[in-house]
């Protein structure tokens, strides 16, 4: 049995990577009792059972600090592709979005927000409060550990629903006192999404006034900034402001420029740069994806896109308000997500169709093909498309500069995320299949391309920022490393055969080369397989408050 806590287990003669970036050494690393026990000179340490890796690298479980498996995980509580990617713990309530605090009035708002997901039967939407909610995910077991914020767009639906106004002061203290509640319960801090509603609709002031509540807690301000193209650098410095007024560490999620910037990647981290350099805490995070795939809805403007489809629907059947709606895409008046910028530019070559299950015909086609071949104007193609098939019509949106990927993965304060979420290739997760290859290969599509294949980052370094540098952004001071005491969160990796096949494969399947991943000291991959281990443990931020 290898997932008992009560023997000692040697991984032996590995290449051990400390996760701080140092060279790697030959060793033998223990594990007992979910920690790390003792770490050694290699052929040197003795337990109950040896485990020979024979050469392989050995590193602290990787920390994935910008996901959205706040459901997904509900769903499928085995982390398949997390887990599979040496992912052991996951940073959930990014962009805004938690699925708690929650109020019964606005219920139906949240489920909306969520989509499809919202409806299976794994969701109960029993939970209402942040810790209710952590309680859930707790309670069914979970593959790997698991940090939340506390999603602003959470706390100001539950507050105020989806209304496009600034709150009045006695909902501002009310979201304070949500926001306290989820600090209390061990919330690692806020998030925003600023270019998604409701987060849009609020002013900078409304969240200094939210973050001064979470500096009392010592955690971290983290956002999807205003705006990642024309925008990105009022955005950028926008959130430096934030942290800097309420008193709190500041990471900015998923930094890289959008197509529409009107900069490459070093000029939104010169700001980060200046801030340091004044003594600033602020970080930032970025995956090495050049595309995305959301609902074509996901480009329409925020204070129609959360509308019943009926509703969209007949605003983009009317010519005058069909006309009006480009105008707004166009003008962009309230920067909209990044994609939203092909639109706007009218680049229809970067846009191609994923799903769209009531026009068949035109899945794997450019908006622009479909354009040419039907004789339509463009944008009249993306709104029929919305027409025929509401909220189920995904594209495949090419909106970043491979430059700018690179840029941002030398950096020293970028870390390496996904901006994915646990899935699988079986189940609801499946279905249809998401275009989402950072979900099954970031990691080990890092190590593969930027590391092995045309290297970018050294080993160590890229290491680090998926290990040691996540871990002291969110406090997890005994994890992220591998030094005895730390807990056992541990993954063993072949850098000759890592192989991510989520990039040209789809759907998408799990990496090779990553052979064994503990969790809390308990075997969650053995040879490339899960084990059905649920030993993750949901992660609470316990400071003191210091009011
Ligand atoms: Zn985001």
Redo the contacts with the bound molecule.
Sequence with gaps: MTTAFDHRLVLAKGRILDGCGNPWFWGDLAIWQGRIAEIAPAGTLQGQQIIDVGGRFVAPGLIDVHTHSDLSMLVNRRAESAVRQGATTHVIG??GMSPAPLDEDHLADMRHYWGRISEQPEITWEWRTFDQYLQTLQSGGLAINVASLAGHAALRMAVMGLDDREPTPTELARMQELLAEAMEAGAFGIST?LVYPPGCFASTEEIIALGQVVARYHGLYAS?VRGERETILDAVAEAIRIGREAGLPVHI??NAPKFGAPCDATANLRLVEEARAQGQDVTVDNDVHTDLGPPLTGGLPQDIQERPVAEITALLQHPDTRRQVREEIVLDRRPAFGPAGLLKHGQWQRITILHAPRSPDVVGQTIEAIARGRGQDPFDVYFDLIVENGHDVDAIFDYIDQADIRTLLQHPAVMICS?GQALAPYGFLNDPPPYSPCSYGEFPGVLERYVRDDPVLTLEEAIRKMTSFPAQRFGLMDRGVLRPGAWADVVVFDLERIHDRATNLYPHRYPAGIDYVFVNGVLVVEGEKHTGALPGKVLRHRRETTT
């Design positions: 990014n962009c999404g999807h999620s998923h901006d």
